[in-house]
Structures are given as C-alpha cells and as structure tokens.
C-alpha cells in the first residue's frame, strides 16, 4: 500500500533551517508529484509548493519564495523540504503528499516548532 | 492568487441530517479543479472530491460535490456520526493552490 512517512518532531531556533523528509513507499516514487502543505496549531491549511520527482522541477507559493527548497533523492525515494530563515510564525504542522493537484495519500505531518 | 470563501465557519447539526457547505472562488477555477478535504483532529486531511464532483476511491455515497466556475457545494447526505470534522476546499487549477479556509461539522 501506498505510504508516505515523514522525519520526526524538530525544534529550531528563530533564524535557522529546518529540512524534513517524506520517504515514498507502496509505488514507483517518480511517477507522481509530491506536495508539501502546512498546518499552524488550530488554523487552516496552507499550500507551500510541489516537486516532480522524476525531473526536478518545482513550484513554490509565493510566500515562500527563496526561503523553500524541495529535493529529492530517488535512489531511496524520499523527497525533503528544507525552510530557511525561520520564524515564530512558521511553527506548524508539514505534510508531503502525493499527487498533483489533489493529493489521495498525505504523510503522517511533522511538527516544527521555532522557539527562542 | 485565488481566494475561496468558505461558508458557513461552523455548521451545527444531528446524525441524519443533510450537511450544505459553499466554498466561492475570487475568481474562476480552472477546469473545476476544485477538491474536498475531511479532517478530523490529529490527522492529516482526506481527500473527499476532486474537479468538483469526482469521488475519490473509497469514499461513501452519501458525500458529493457540485458547482463551477466561482461557486461549489459539498452536500452530506445523511450525516453519520464520523462525519463531524473539519472540511476545506481547495482550488488547484493556478499557479498557486489556495485552501478555504474551512468549516466544521459539529454536533448539535
């Protein structure tokens, strides 16, 4: 079965980067587009960007233009999502899933916290 | 970027009854690439519907989707006691995927 599991809880300090992972199972990892969506505690959810994990390619929200970058390493098929210069305001819940547009499989979510 | 209003914040309502909830667009939605979400505390969302009125796999008949353009409708039918959550739009037909910013299901 399709499964999606994410790299566990992280704390950062405000100013520093976070990179969380999202490793594919279940399907050939190259074949769909991953997503990546966040949660603040309480709030709704936010679209942060997609990769295609065949060629590379990305597309991000412009909100998180030149602080977001998302990876892949296919030889393990996991995708990564690294946030730069973190703020308080970015303290949520990320989930990758997969699919284009309206994803059917979502990761288990991992929490980042920025805190002084 | 397109932004979806979703009405009503919180629907208040019995098992049984029929949920109605609208999502507007700011601005057309391509191709009706609307979808639907469920999302219960502690979980990650659950795709509903996709273009509009698409049931995604496993989904019970009792959920359906309706609409185009600026203007969409996801109806419960008869609502079942694990049908009481958070539910969002989300509009993936631009550059930028925008989500409503969603309506909860609760008990009355």
């Known amino acids: 079965q399709v499964q999606l599991v994410q790299s566990g809880a992280e704390v950062k300090k405000p100013g520093a980067s976070v990179k969380v992972s999202c490793k594919a199972s279940?399907?050939?990892?190259?074949?769909?587009?991953i997503n990546w969506v966040r949660q603040a505690t309480g709030q709704g959810l936010e679209w942060m960007g997609w990769?295609?994990?065949?060629?590379?390619?990305?597309g991000y929200a412009q909100k998180f233009q030149g602080r977001v970058t998302m990876t892949r390493n296919t030889s393990i098929s996991t995708a990564y999502m690294e946030l730069s210069s973190l703020r308080s305001e970015d303290t949520a819940v990320y989930y990758c899933?997969?699919?284009?547009?309206?994803?059917?499989?979502w990761g288990q979510g991992t929490l980042v916290t920025v805190s002084s | 970027e397109i932004v979806l209003t979703q009405s009503p914040g919180t629907l208040s309502l019995s098992p049984g009854e029929r949920a109605t909830l609208s999502c507007r667009a700011s601005q057309s939605v391509s191709s009706s690439y609307l979808a639907w979400y469920q999302q219960k505390p502690g979980q990650a969302p659950r795709l509903l519907i996709y273009?509009?009125?698409s049931r995604a796999t496993g989904i019970p008949d009792r959920f359906s989707g309706s609409g185009s353009g600026t203007d969409f409708t996801l109806t419960i039918s008869r609502l079942e006691p694990e049908d009481f959550a958070v539910y969002y739009c989300?509009?993936?037909?631009?550059?930028?995927?925008?989500f409503g910013q969603g309506t909860k299901v609760e008990i009355k």
């Open positions: 899933a997969r699919g284009g547009g309206a994803p059917t499989n």
């Open positions: 990769m295609n994990p065949n060629s590379g390619n990305t």
């Open positions: 989300q509009q993936y037909g631009s550059s930028t995927e925008t």
């Open positions: 279940g399907y050939t990892f190259t074949s769909y587009d």
């Open positions: 273009g509009a009125s």
